[in-house]
């Protein structure tokens, strides 16, 4: 749900202020690395509670000696349906590369640099500023590594880079029967790795790994677009990604 928090969440925010619960406190940031390229776009908080009021006027991102950086933030607020997990978004006119702000005011974020997000005046996460990625997901890169059969061992994939930590489950796993394969899936490493624990035991056989084409990296990168592609030049269409492995009897890849 973009920029609209459910009323399921404001509801439960309000009942746990009324009883006099501790306030909601940030339990992840993703990038959960501790690197992020200069061109970082997007930031996301989870809560370990609905939260009912504005968050953005609470957060600032300041540099390792403590100098703020001015206005880093669009002035939007992008909330789960249950209200527990902010994404914020870095002001693109300073992020992408040709736009007035960039060239007048230059980056919010310069590779080997430090930087350091707050919220209440209290540091959240810390990153070292890498160069910038403009390549983004690419999954004919990942290597996937199959559990053996008859376990309920999770799946890994090892990605060619960190995806967006909301994305988690822009990626499915599908048995030969193209029937979806129910379970649990994470992001991990610094979402670097994905991994998939199915509901039921592996089963021998062929399965495909299908990525939705609107998976992006925090930089927004997409799969076939990129976030510094022209808006004026001829846009490729989006197309999803699919990766087949193999379950065998003795677990072998």
């Known amino acids: 749900m973009s920029g609209l928090r459910s009323a399921c969440a404001v509801l439960l925010a309000a009942v746990s202020c009324a009883v006099g619960a501790q306030p909601p406190r940030v339990v992840e940031v993703q990038p959960s690395a501790e690197e992020v390229p200069e061109n970082l776009l997007r930031i996301s908080l989870r809560f370990d509670a609905p939260v009912a009021e504005e968050v953005l006027s609470r957060l600032s991102l300041r540099h390792a000696d403590d100098r703020a950086i001015d206005r880093p933030f669009l002035p939007q607020e992008l909330w789960s349906p249950d209200?527990?997990?902010?994404?914020?978004?870095?002001?693109?006119?300073?992020?992408?590369?040709?736009?007035?702000?960039?060239?007048?005011?230059?980056?919010?974020?310069?590779?080997?640099?430090?930087?350091?997000?707050?919220?209440?005046?209290?540091?959240?996460?810390?990153w070292t500023v890498a160069p910038a990625d403009t390549e983004g997901p690419v999954v004919a890169r990942w290597h996937v590594s199959p559990a053996p059969s008859g376990t309920r061992q999770p799946l890994v994939v090892t990605l060619d880079g960190p995806i967006d930590g909301r994305d988690v489950d822009f990626i499915a796993v599908v048995g030969s029967d193209e029937q979806r394969v129910e379970g649990q899936a994470r992001l991990r490493d610094g979402e670097r790795a994905w991994t998939f624990a199915p509901n039921r035991r592996w089963r021998p056989g062929s399965y495909r790994l299908i990525v939705r084409e609107t998976l992006e990296d925090a930089a927004g990168n997409r799969l076939g677009g990129r976030f510094e592609t022209s808006m004026l030049g001829p846009q490729a269409a989006p197309r999803a990604s699919a990766l087949s492995f193999s379950v065998r009897n003795d677990g072998a890849r």
């Open 83 to 126: 209200g527990r997990i902010l994404t914020i978004l870095l002001h693109p006119g300073r992020v992408k590369t040709g736009l007035v702000a960039r060239e007048t005011l230059g980056p919010f974020l310069v590779a080997g640099e430090e930087v350091v997000l707050m919220m209440d005046g209290q540091p959240l996460r810390r």
